[in-house]
């Protein structure tokens, strides 16, 4: 699939809906005959994740999530003892299922966790695709089919909290990014349920938004804020209160700034 086709959707009755916007989908099907790992790249709600579902459906493999928070250990993602019914006995962590499985693992925001958890990945990014598991001393080769996919949002992250190189140069990179308008509005429209003119008016002040010049926002309205504003709308909602619900209010409590986002509103929006 090149670039040229924007439009195409990914084949399949219930597949999750996704639109490709570049040759991501080609690349991703490369990766996965050669089990390859995949570290996708982008802002908060541009479509990683869906990317992912919408990927696993076609290839028709199981597709088991984790989501990375400051918390994680290593012990969350391989597995750890638990006392069940007075005995003590071993729960295989998310990684540990997809290795045995051969289902795609998928590590939302892994950069979140702390940099010795993802150590742990390393000998499964690699040429061995093997998990070392100390606590049962026992290593696991991964079973036909696992791929490792990771994401994260590089223009949200601190210094402190990015990829080590020597988890980066472990996998191959996909960017995603919002979708050129035309596109987006199809997204909105159809997973929001709502007509094309509303997806249209939601689009053009999502991308007014991400366009403001000295912006203060830490993030710029998501495809996924404009969804949530649809949904909204789609439930009987004016379209100005779905927008100040869902998206104003959402990005900043700072007085000044949900005014400022107010009278961008009113500039941009046409209907009430």
């Not at 909204?232 to 400022?260: C, F, H, K, N, P």
Request: with cysteine.
């Amino acid at each position: 699939m090149s670039s040229n086709s924007s439009t195409a959707l990914l084949p399949a009755v219930d597949a999750p809906f996704y639109r490709a916007v570049g040759d991501e989908v080609e690349v991703f099907r490369a990766a996965a005959r050669r089990g390859l790992p995949v570290l996708l790249k982008g802002p908060t709600g541009c479509g990683k994740t869906r990317f992912v579902e919408a990927m696993a459906h076609e290839l028709g493999r199981e597709l088991i999530t984790a989501a990375g928070h400051e918390d994680m250990t290593s012990a969350d993602l391989v597995g750890r003892f638990l006392l069940k019914g007075g005995e003590t006995v071993w729960v295989d962590g998310p990684l540990t299922r997809a290795v045995r499985e051969g289902a795609i693992c998928y590590l939302d925001e892994v950069v979140e966790a702390r940099q010795d958890t993802t150590v742990v990945i390393h000998p499964l990014a690699d040429h061995r695709r093997e998990l070392p598991i100390d606590r049962l001393a026992t290593t696991l080769r991964a079973a036909p089919g696992f791929q490792l996919v990771i994401s994260y949002n590089p223009g949200y992250q601190s210094v402190l909290k990015s990829l080590k190189e020597s988890t980066r140069q472990r996998f191959i990179a996909i960017e995603l990014g919002f979708p050129p308008a035309e596109t987006e509005i199809d997204v909105v429209a159809h997973e929001a349920g709502i007509d094309i003119g509303a997806a249209s008016e939601l689009v053009t002040l999502g991308n007014a938004i991400r366009t403001l010049d000295g912006s203060p926002l830490r993030e710029v309205a998501s495809t996924r804020l404009l969804i949530l504003a649809g949904g909204l709308i789609g439930e009987g909602l004016s379209l100005r209160a779905a927008v100040q619900s869902a998206i104003v209010q959402t990005l900043s409590d700072d007085a000044d700034v949900v005014r400022a986002l107010g009278e961008l509103v009113d500039a941009v929006v046409s209907r009430p």
